[in-house]
């Protein structure tokens, strides 16, 4: 069974940084894709970023130089560091199984809250 579970989101400055992590179980970690999508207040799922199992990445066009994502396969993680946040980065970040082209129906955990406010 698919398990993610999200952590690291919080209350921060514009302009400031958060690292977001995810924990993943219930399957082969290092043979997956692995994503972070968004839900943006009265807006619809957005994707972030992904990072294939060979470690090529991608990013939104919104989020680009901004944020890095990565992982660690020995420790079946998956890492999202946020860097010159803007208050439209206000959301719930959600990890998820999978690359950009099933964002909006891959399995993902509970998500963890990001807020950019002064």
């Known amino acids: 069974q698919v398990q993610l579970v999200e952590s690291g989101g919080g209350l921060v400055q514009p302009g400031g940084s958060l690292r977001l992590s995810c924990v993943a179980s219930?399957?082969?970690?290092?043979?997956?894709?692995m994503q972070w999508v968004r839900q943006i207040p009265g807006k619809g799922l957005e994707w972030v970023s992904h990072?294939?199992?060979?470690?090529?990445?991608e990013y939104a066009d919104s989020i680009q130089d901004r944020f890095t994502i990565s992982r660690d396969n020995a420790m079946n993680t998956l890492y999202l560091q946020m860097n010159s946040l803007k208050p439209e980065d206000t959301a719930v970040y959600y990890c998820?199984?999978?690359?950009?082209?099933?964002?909006?129906?891959?399995?993902r955990g509970q998500g963890t809250q990001v807020t950019v406010s002064s």
């Open positions: 990072i294939f199992s060979d470690g090529r990445t």
């Open positions: 998820a199984l999978g690359t950009r082209v099933s964002y909006d129906r891959a399995p």
């Open positions: 219930g399957f082969n970690f290092n043979r997956f894709g």
